[in-house]
């Protein structure tokens, strides 16, 4: 009877107290600066490179480019950039190696989807890819 009666003291101190949960879904959750989120990427700025390419752990990011149709310009432009988050572990390795930046991290984590197939992300999301980006990668 002594334990029933400790417990419930317990119990009723700590309805009082402060909660230390979050409400998710209807608050955002503060992250820290440095939070590895998805990325985000700027087909204008990449060079084709292949350095993310090269440099990712899991392989799973794909780039392709062709050559600049204006023979007076050289490099390339890019035709496609496709990252499977289904095997990204969101290193970080990409956006570190990236010379142009155009590949920068975001604070946006939320990937829950019913089917693994839309975890294959093209170039045109991870460039509408707009939601919290951090704050030293914003382009004005």
Not at 7 to 33: F, I
Not at 69 to 80: A, F, H, R, S, V
Request: net charge negative; hydrophobic share 30%.
């Amino acid at each position: 009877m002594r334990g029933l009666g400790k417990g419930l003291s317990y119990t009723l101190k700590n309805l009082t107290k402060k909660k230390v949960t979050y409400d998710y879904p209807n608050e955002a959750l503060m992250l820290p600066d440095r939070f590895r989120g998805i990325q985000k990427f700027y087909p204008e700025k990449c060079i084709v490179c292949n350095q993310c390419v090269n440099i990712c752990p899991t392989d799973c990011i794909s780039l392709t480019g062709k050559k600049h149709p204006d023979p007076t310009k050289k490099g390339k432009i890019i035709e496609t950039y496709d990252i499977n988050f289904e095997i990204c572990i969101l290193c970080d390795l990409c956006t570190e190696v990236c010379p142009t930046e155009a590949i920068v991290m975001t604070n946006h984590f939320e990937l829950a989807e019913y089917s693994r197939d839309n975890l294959f992300k093209d170039m045109e999301w991870l460039d509408e890819n707009d939601t919290h980006v951090r704050k030293e990668n914003k382009v004005e």
